[in-house]
C-alpha cells in the first residue's frame, strides 16, 4: 500500500521485478564491477600507484637513519635557519622528516629519476600534499612509509602539511627542487 | 504500564504518549545542538574566507572541533533517536518498549554532549572530530562521546524492544513498513559502529588518563573510522527511509518493489561497514591489496544499494503521481508535484544533491589510486557537505515541516517563509559542496588556518582560482548558515508561537493497523503496474555524470608524478 504501512501483498518477496528495475540494478552492479577492475588495471598499467613498502619504526630510529642521510647527502643550506639542502642520489633513498611544524629537511630531485622516499613523523600524525602537482599522502608516527616518486616537471615544489597537526599546522611547509 | 495513545486528526498517525514526548525531546535537542553547530559553522567560513580570516588560529581550530562535533554527532544522533522511535512506536501504533531506558539514554547523550563541549570549550581538546592519536585530548572529551554513544545504544535498544512490542501486541500484520524496515537497518548498523567507537574511545580515554602507555597511529585510524564512517552510513539509512517516508506521506507512494527496496537496505548492512576503509587509501600500514578489496569490491555493493534507492523512491513518486493522471511527456509528473510544499522540495533537493553531488564525489574519493589527489584536501569536506549535510540534515529539515504540525501540534508560522527555505539552504550548501570539492581539486587542505602559511619558513602561493573558489565557499557558507538559521528560527518560533492545532482523539488502547483484504493485495499484484519513464531519463543522467567525472579523475591522476 504504502511505505508506511506493511506490504500489502504478505508473500512481498515472491513479486516480479520489473524490467527497469532489473536493468538499473544491472547497470549499477556492471558499472561498481568495471570501478573494481579500474583499479587493479591502473597497478598493473598505470603509472601512479601508491607504494606498499612501510615499516614499523620509532621516532628515534627515523631521525638517526635520516640525520645519517643529511649529513652525507647535504649541498648547502638555506633561509636564516640554515635548513639543509639534501641531493637525493638518482635513483637512490631519500629521507623527509615530519615534525612540528616542519618538514625537514630540504630534498633536491632530477627530473626523470626514480627516488626511494621515506616519510615518517616524528610527533603527530601529518600530510604530505605535494603542491602544485596535488599528491597527498598520511605520515603516521611509528610507521616509515617508502614511496618511489618520479618526478616529470622541473620547478620548485611545496610540501604543505594537511593533516591538523596542532597550532602551528598552517605554518609547516617543505620544499622540494626538480632540477 | 499505563500509557495513553493518541489519534492525530491531520495525519492519522497514531502516536503513543511516552514516544511522543521522547521523540519531542530529543528533536528539541538535535535542534539546539544544530543551533550551536551553526553558529561555529559560521566562524569556520568567515575564517576560512581568505578575504575576512576572522578567527585567530587556536580558536578557528578549537571552533571546527566543536563544529563537527556538534553537527555529526550531536544534531544527527538525536535526530535520530526521534527517527528510531517515530519508525517503531508511530508506525507501528504500539507502546514503547521500556520507556524509562529511553530517558536514561537520552539524559546520558544531553550530559555527555555538553562534557565534550565543556572539554573543548575549554580548550585543551582542540583535536577535531577524529581526534587522531598520538595527539591528545582532556579526558572528559573521550568521555563524552563514551556517554553519548552509551545512550545512543540504549536508545537504540528500545528501538529494537519496540519492534518486539508490536509484534508481540500484533499492532500489525505481515512485514513491518518499508521505512521501519529502513530505519532498523539503520539501527543494526548504529549497534556495529557504536561498538567500533567503544573499541577504540574506551582506551583513547584509559589512554588519556594514563592508564594505557601508547595507541598504535595507524590502528587508530582503522577503528576509529570504523566509528567515524559507518555512523554516516546510519545517516544514509535514515535518510533514504525518510525519503521513502515522504514520498508515502506526501504522494501516498508505494514502493515499485518491496523486494528491491528491502534488498538495498540489506546491501547497506552487509557492505557499508567495509566502506570505511577509504578513509585509509593513502595510509603507509595498508596493503593494496586490503584497500582495493575493501573499498571496491565491497563498498560498490552499497553504491549499488544507494543507485537503486536513488531510482526507487523518484520512481515511487513518479508512478504514484502517474496514477493520478500526471501523465503527459516525460516530467509532467515531477513538474505538477507540490514544489511549494517544504517537506516535498527539501526531500528532492536532498535526493538530488546526495546522488549527483555527495554520491558521485564519494565514490570518486573512495577508489585508492584517486584518493591520493584528493586525501586531506578541502574536498573531503566538500563532500560530505553535500552527503551529511544536504543528504541528511536537509532530509531531517523536510520532514519537520511534518513533525510540527503533528508531533507538537502547532502550525508552522510564517508559510511563505517556509516555502523559500529548503530551496535557499539546500542550492547554497550545494553550491558551497561544490567549490569546495573545486577548492580541493587544485589542492587547498582542510582544517587549515592560513592559505598563506604566514611564519613559514618558505613561501607557496596557491593558485588564483584557488582564492576564487575558497571566497566563493565563504559567499555560499554564508547563506548556507543563513538558510539554516531561518529554519531554526521557523521551527522555534513555531513551536512558541504557531497557531496550536487539536490533538485528537486519545485512546487508552492502541488502534492496531487494519488488514489489509484480499481485494487490495490483488491489486498489488502489477494490474496497476505504470512505466516511470521520467525517472529512467534521470537515472541515466546520473549514470552518465558518474561515468564521465569518475574517468576525468583517472585522467588527472595519470598527469602527476610517477609514483610506484
Known amino acids: ?179 | 504500564m499505563a500509557t495513553t495513545y493518541r489519534t492525530c486528526p491531520v495525519s492519522g498517525l497514531q502516536f503513543e504518549d511516552q514516544a511522543e514526548k521522547l521523540m519531542r525531546w530529543n528533536a528539541v535537542a538535535g535542534v539546539l545542538w544544530l543551533l550551536v553547530g551553526g553558529i561555529t559553522a559560521l566562524l569556520v567560513i568567515l575564517t576560512r574566507w581568505p578575504a575576512i580570516k576572522l578567527l585567530p588560529a587556536d580558536q578557528f581550530y578549537l571552533i571546527l572541533t566543536a563544529h563537527g562535533v556538534d553537527m555529526l554527532i550531536l544534531w544527527i544522533l538525536f535526530f535520530e533517536m526521534a527517527v528510531l522511535y517515530f519508525a517503531s512506536s508511530t508506525l507501528l501504533r504500539c507502546r514503547l518498549a521500556t520507556p524509562k531506558i529511553a530517558w536514561l539514554g537520552f539524559w546520558l547523550m544531553v550530559v555527555g554532549g555538553i562534557t565534550t563541549n565543556i572539554a573543548i570549550f575549554q580548550g585543551e581538546s582542540s583535536v577535531m572530530f577524529t581526534s587522531y592519536v598520538p595527539m591528545q585530548a582532556a579526558p572528559h572529551f573521550y568521555l563524552g562521546i563514551i556517554l553519548v554513544a552509551v545512550g545512543a545504544l540504549l536508545g537504540t535498544a528500545v528501538f529494537f524492544g519496540t519492534l518486539v512490542v508490536a509484534k508481540k501486541d500484533k499492532t500489525y500484520q505481515g512485514s513491518l513498513p518499508l521505512v521501519t524496515f529502513g530505519a532498523l537497518t539503520a539501527a543494526i548498523i548504529a549497534t556495529f559502529t557504536i561498538l567500533a567507537g567503544a573499541g577504540i574511545l574506551i582506551p583513547t580515554f584509559l589512554w588519556s588518563i594514563g592508564l594505557i602507555k601508547e595507541i598504535d597511529a595507524q590502528l587508530y585510524r582503522m577503528v576509529w573510522w570504523g566509528l567515524g564512517h559507518s555512523s554516516q552510513q546510519i545517516n544514509v539509512a535514515a535518510h533514504v527511509s525518510i525519503w521513502y517516508l515522504t514520498a508515502a506521506v506526501i504522494f501516498g507512494a508505494k514502493p515499485l518493489s518491496e523486494k528491491v527496496s528491502r534488498g538495498a537496505f540489506l546491501l547497506y548492512i552487509l557492505f557499508l561497514q567495509l566502506a570505511s576503509a577509504h578513509h585509509l587509501l593513502s595510509d603507509p600500514g595498508m596493503s593494496s591489496e586490503w584497500k582495493v578489496l575493501n573499498t571496491s569490491y565491497f563498498m560498490y555493493f552499497a553504491v549499488m544499494a544507494s543507485m537503486i534507492h536513488g531510482f526507487t523512491v523518484p520512481g515511487a513518486i513518479e508512478a504514484a503521481q502517474r496514477r493520478k493522471g500526471y501523465t503527459n511527456g516525460l516530467f509532467e509528473w515531477l513538474r505538477k508535484a507540490p514544489w511549494g510544499n517544504p517537506v516535498f522540495s527539501g526531500m528532492f533537493i536532498s535526493l538530488v544533491s546526495f546522488g549527483f553531488l555527495g554520491g558521485i564525489s564519494g565514490v570518486v574519493l573512495g577508489t585508492e589510486q584517486i584518493n591520493m589527489l584528493m586525501h586531506n584536501t578541502f574536498y573531503v569536506p566538500g563532500h560530505f557537505h553535500t552527503t551529511v549535510v544536504t543528504g541528511t540534515t536537509l532530509a531531517f529539515m523536510s520532514i519537520t515541516y511534518l513533525l510540527v504540525p503533528v508531533l507538537f501540534r502547532r502550525e508552522m508560522i510564517l508559510p511563505k517563509l517556509c516555502q523559500i527555505q529548503p530551496y535557499l539552504f539546500g542550492i547554497s550548501m550545494s553550491v558551497l559542496g561544490l567549490v569546495m570539492m573545486g577548492a580541493g581539486t587544485l589542492g587547498v587542505s582542510r582544517r587549515h588556518w592560513d592559505m598563506a602559511f604566514s611564519g613559514a619558513p618558505f613561501q607557496y602561493e596557491w593558485p588564483g582560482a584557488a582564492y576564487l573558489m575558497m571566497g566563493l565557499t565563504g559567499i555560499f557558507g554564508v547563506i548556507a548558515v543563513i538558510g539554516g538559521g531561518l529554519w531554526i528560527l521557523l521551527v522555534v518560533g513555531s513551536l512558541l508561537f504557531g497557531k496550536k492545532l487539536d490533538g485528537g482523539k486519545v485512546s487508552n488502547q492502541p488502534t492496531p493497523i487494519p488488514a489489509n483484504t484480499q481485494a487490495a493485495s490483488a491489486v498489488a499484484h502489477g494490474s496497476d503496474h505504470v512505466g516511470v519513464p521520467g525517472t529512467v531519463v534521470l537515472a541515466l543522467l546520473l549514470f552518465v555524470c558518474f561515468v564521465l567525472y569518475y574517468f576525468v579523475n583517472w585522467k588527472y591522476l595519470s598527469e602527476v608524478w610517477l609514483l610506484s
Not at chain 1, 72 to 100: M, S, W
Not at chain 1, 117 to 132: E, V
Request: with cysteine; glycine share 8%; charged share 20%.
Open chain 1, 1 to 179: 500500500m504504502s511505505a508506511i504501512l506493511p506490504p500489502s501483498d504478505r508473500l512481498w518477496w515472491k513479486q516480479p521485478i520489473d524490467k527497469v528495475e532489473w536493468a538499473w540494478i544491472a547497470i549499477a552492479f556492471v558499472w561498481g564491477m568495471i570501478m573494481f577492475a579500474m583499479m587493479i588495471y591502473w597497478h598493473v598499467y598505470g603509472k601512479q600507484n601508491l607504494s606498499n613498502e612501510a615499516y614499523k619504526t620509532t621516532p628515534e630510529l627515523f631521525g638517526a637513519k635520516a640525520e645519517k642521510f643529511i649529513a652525507e647527502n647535504t649541498i648547502r643550506t638555506e633561509t636564516d635557519q640554515n635548513i639543509p639542502v639534501v641531493k637525493v642520489p638518482a635513483g637512490g633513498d631519500g629521507y623527509l622528516i615530519a615534525r612540528l611544524w616542519a618538514w625537514y629537511p630540504i630534498l633536491e630531485l632530477e627530473k626523470g629519476q626514480t627516488y626511494k622516499i621515506h616519510l615518517s613523523s616524528m610527533d603527530y600524525a601529518h600530510g604530505f600534499s605535494l603542491q602544485p602537482v596535488n599528491i597527498n599522502i598520511e605520515v603516521l608516527p611509528g610507521y616509515e612509509h617508502v614511496v618511489k616518486m618520479t618526478p616529470t616537471k622541473e620547478g620548485t615544489y611545496a610540501i604543505v602539511c594537511n593533516e591538523y597537526c596542532g597550532i602551528g599546522h598552517s605554518s609547516m611547509l617543505g620544499r622540494i627542487y626538480v632540477k
